[in-house]
């Protein structure tokens, strides 16, 4: 009979130790950090769930390609292996690096977006809205029926409403709508996956509307998996041609090398419109730096060359969607509820029905990230009406997101399966007290992306 565990297709060479604190010690960090956990140092947290971006392990390969980095300010020959690489699997004419996601989506909305005009999305993630929104556009997010409900799975729930689409342009007009936007896989979504028949859908409506598509592929390669193995079409073909395919009915991307780039920093910006390219590339040098290193390092390029390389391996794709899914197998197994079916980079604990006692502006994803500090020096990041609230334009009144939700994101090639199982038993430690956890109020926000600065006081506490 064959073997059937799953492992973690590499073996450690180098290690980085990671420090045990005392309930008491943790109890004064999170205080002093205002219970927002970003604002906890990172060697005060055991097991850093806070984001799978720029916190995977590189492999051998790239920390060789780092030392051949080619540091010429112009033409350096690390960007043409970047640029190669890019292009194997995202066949844009055009590549401009940038030094992460974010920079991409600045540089893409500044050149295409007006004040006035709508974006559409699968649904946005917080930065791309941001962006969207500091260009006085306005960001819609049309995610599929399905994924409203939580807890039912559906193979492909980061899918996009393609008749809402379709009636938006409709109603709207194409002309306000200078690009549509399809997130993969779909992260504040719940890290769900987009099959490739709703990409080929919503191809087909902004074709016919003579809206341009970009992905936002950040990671493209997990989705590509969840392609391979949930639609029956795709089954024998490679996940590197699935990722081709899927791009090829686009007109542009952005990518953050932090995800699926498997490099710790970088990112970039592809288009097919000559034009468009030239402005961004314009802009490109104001802000970032020269088109061929746009704000990285020549060894920055060589990482992500390589890491682009190896994050299309299917023992690789396959060990990140089983380690994914068995944290959430593990806590749904309890009773603890879940975002169904599992992510590909993270699992979502739903903060609401954990904590049904609190109403949604009393932070329940705030007071489960903190519990999980506070148990297990885990940290865990609330996607909910924190990050999303949206302000009533008469009232001026807070109107909570859609959902509350708490992510654990895992790193890429970094824990091992006991620390997956500490963490499990973190989360159900927290589970068994959970009807004794009350909710925060803000004491402090800024006026955009106010969560990874907001100060938080625990309801009842003195002002
Ligand atoms: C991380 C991310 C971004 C932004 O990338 P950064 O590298 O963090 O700036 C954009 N979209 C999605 C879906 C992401 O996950």
């Excluded at 051998?60 to 010429?72: H, L």
Aim: overall charge negative; aromatic content about 8%; some cysteine.
């Amino acid at each position: 009979m064959a073997i059937k565990t799953i492992i973690e297709p590499f073996k450690i060479k180098a290690v980085e130790p990671i420090r045990v604190t005392t309930r008491a010690e943790r109890e004064a960090r999170i205080r002093e950090a205002s219970y927002n956990v970003f604002l906890l140092h990172a060697r005060d947290v055991l097991i850093d769930l806070l984001t799978d971006s720029g916190t995977g392990a590189m492999s051998v390969d790239q920390w060789a390609a780092v030392m051949q980095g080619d540091e010429s300010y112009a033409g350096s020959r690390s960007f043409y292996r970047f640029e190669e690489s890019v292009k194997r699997l995202f066949p844009f004419k055009h590549v401009i690096p940038a030094h992460q996601g974010r920079a991409a989506e600045r540089i893409l909305f500044a050149v295409t977006c007006k004040p006035g005009d709508i974006v559409p999305n699968n649904t946005h993630f917080d930065t791309t809205r941001a962006n969207i929104e500091y260009r006085g556009a306005k960001a819609v997010d049309l995610p599929c029926r399905e994924s409203h409900d939580t807890a039912t799975p559906h193979p492909f729930k980061g899918n996009m409403d393609v008749e809402a689409l379709e009636n938006l342009l409709e109603h709207e007009g194409a002309d306000k709508v200078p690009l549509v936007m399809l997130t993969v896989t779909n992260n504040s979504g719940g890290g769900q996956p987009v099959s490739m028949a709703n990409g080929l859908a919503v191809a087909e409506v902004c074709r016919r509307h003579g809206v341009p598509l970009y992905i936002d592929a950040c990671r493209f390669a997990e989705n590509a998996y969840f392609i391979k193995h949930r639609e029956r079409e795709f089954a024998e073909m490679s996940v590197a041609d699935i990722a081709r395919e899927l791009m090829s009915h686009a007109d542009g991307c952005t990518m953050s090398a932090k995800k699926d780039g498997l490099a710790n920093i970088g990112g970039f910006l592809a288009t097919n419109d000559d034009d468009l390219a030239r402005q961004e590339k314009e802009l490109l040098i104001l802000t970032e730096g020269y088109p061929t290193y746009g704000g990285l390092a020549g060894r920055d390029l060589e990482a992500i060359a390589v890491g682009l390389e190896e994050v299309v391996q299917e023992d690789y794709l396959q060990y990140r969607i089983v380690s994914t899914g068995y944290l959430g197998r593990h806590i749904s197994g309890e009773g603890v509820p879940i975002v169904q079916p599992p992510g590909g980079h993270a699992i979502y604990i739903d903060a609401g029905a954990f904590l049904p006692h609190l109403h949604p502006l009393e932070y329940p994803g705030i007071a489960l990230a903190v519990e999980l500090y506070r148990e297990a020096g885990i940290r865990a990041v609330e996607i909910g009406s924190v990050m999303f609230a949206q302000r009533d334009p008469e009232t001026g009144e807070e109107q909570p997101a859609e959902k509350e939700l708490v992510r654990l994101a895992i790193p890429r090639r970094v824990y091992t399966q006991s620390h997956i199982d500490y963490v499990v038993e973190g989360i159900l430690e927290v589970w068994k007290r959970r009807e004794q956890i009350g909710g925060y109020r803000i004491v402090y926000q800024a006026p955009f992306l106010r969560h990874f600065t907001a100060r938080f006081e625990p309801l009842g506490a003195r002002a």
